[in-house]
């Protein structure tokens, strides 16, 4: 099991920056992946950027250049560092976590951090 406890959402104006911390605690050691998902109001849950243990990274589309994902592994924590604010990226921001323990794979999820964007 593993647990993820998001924080850093809120109220921006377009332009501004957040920065998204997620820490990771319980079975850590199992983790191959972190990652941010966003889910705007009537949207479907969208991958916005992952991280592998090797630090591969893979950025949505429309982030790249703005957004900016990373890790320490030391604290077990993953960082979404979200710069140049649109409105467009106003959503719930959830921190996932992808495990694989003997072939089995299995996905975690924090609770969400609200993001709001005002134009």
């Known amino acids: 099991q593993v647990q993820l406890v998001e924080s850093g959402g809120g109220l921006v104006q377009a332009g501004g920056f957040l920065s998204l911390p997620c820490a990771a605690s319980?079975?850590?050691?199992?983790?191959?992946?972190m990652a941010w998902y966003r889910q705007a109001p009537g949207k479907p849950r969208v991958l916005v950027e992952s991280?592998?243990?090797?630090?591969?990274?893979n950025y949505a589309d429309s982030v790249k250049g703005r957004f900016t994902i990373s890790r320490d592994n030391a604290k077990n924590a993953v960082y979404l560092q979200m710069n140049k604010l649109k409105p467009e990226d106003t959503a719930v921001y959830y921190c996932?976590?992808?495990?694989?323990?003997?072939?089995?794979?299995?996905?975690?999820w924090g609770q969400g951090t609200q993001v709001t964007v005002s134009s």
């Open positions: 996932n976590a992808l495990t694989i323990v003997t072939s089995n794979m299995n996905e975690y």
């Open positions: 991280i592998t243990t090797d630090g591969i990274t």
């Open positions: 319980g079975s850590i050691f199992s983790i191959k992946r």
